[in-house]
Nanobody, 118 residues
Framework: QVQLVESGGGLVQAGGSLRLSCAAS????????MGWYRQAPGKQRELVAR???????NYADSVKGRFTISRDNAKNTVYLQMTSLKAEDTAVYYC????????????WGQGTQVTVSS
């Protein structure tokens, strides 16, 4: 059972930056894929970015060039650096982990709210 705790959300103006953190209860080296997802009001949860154990990444087209996912295995933490934020980035952001590569895992964090004011 992997527990995930997100932090770093908040209110920011359009064009600003935020960094989200996701602390895992077990060694991230043992987790094949970790990712960030988001869900805006009235919309389905969608993938934002993923990173595999070997450091490979992929991103949703809507965030490419603005967001960066990274992991610090020494701290068992995954980060999402968000820059040039837009109003449409407003959502609850969830951390995800799973044992398979490039697959949404079964472990979710509680979510952290990101609100971008225009």
């Amino acid at each position: 059972q992997v527990q995930l705790v997100e932090s770093g959300g908040g209110l920011v103006q359009a064009g600003g930056s935020l960094r989200l953190s996701c602390a895992a209860s077990e060694a991230t080296l043992r987790i094949a894929t970790m990712g960030w997802y988001r869900q805006a009001p009235g919309k389905q949860r969608e993938l934002v970015a993923r990173i595999t154990r070997d450091g490979s990444t992929n991103y949703a087209d809507s965030v490419k060039g603005r967001f960066t996912i990274s992991r610090d295995n020494a701290k068992n933490t995954v980060y999402l650096q968000m820059t040039s934020l837009k109003a449409e980035d407003t959502a609850v952001y969830y951390c995800n982990a799973g044992p398979l590569y490039w697959t949404t895992g079964g472990y979710w964090g509680q979510g952290t709210q990101v609100t971008v004011s225009s």
